[in-house]
């Protein structure tokens, strides 16, 4: 868990200045957030769902988008809101070490 100032500051030195350097210093960030509790939520989820559809007869995409899906969806689209408040916030730092545009 690095934080986004740091990854900004090698990406800078990498990069240069400019848009680039901030838009993957943020996407770096937000993928390593976002997969780490969303796996998280995958561990913890209610697996008897899950076991009724792959009893039933269903195929691995329909026992994602049917078991899988529905229960970590909720999570998933609050931890996507809670992110992008602290991307438009850290873009804000971003901008002081030259990563932003």
């Known amino acids: 868990a690095l934080q986004e100032i740091i990854v900004a500051i090698l990406l ?3 990069f240069g200045f400019g848009p680039l350097a901030g838009f ?3 996407s770096f ?3 390593g ?3 780490k509790l ?3 939520d995958i561990e913890s989820m209610d697996k008897v769902q899950a076991e009724a559809i792959k ?3 269903a195929r691995w995409m329909q026992w994602i988008n049917y078991g899988v899906q529905p ?3 909720p999570r998933l689209v609050g931890l996507s809101m809670y992110r992008i408040d602290i991307n438009f916030r ?3 730092i971003l901008g002081l070490v030259g990563a932003g545009g």
Do not use: P
Request: glycine residues 4%; aromatic residues 4%; proline residues 0%.
């Open 33 to 35: 957030f976002l997969s």
């Open 55 to 57: 009893a039933s007869g």
């Open 71 to 73: 229960q970590v969806m």
């Open 24 to 26: 993957l210093t943020l």
């Open 29 to 31: 960030a937000t993928i």
């Open 90 to 92: 850290e873009s804000a």
């Open 12 to 14: 800078v030195a990498i």
């Open 38 to 40: 969303l796996a998280e």
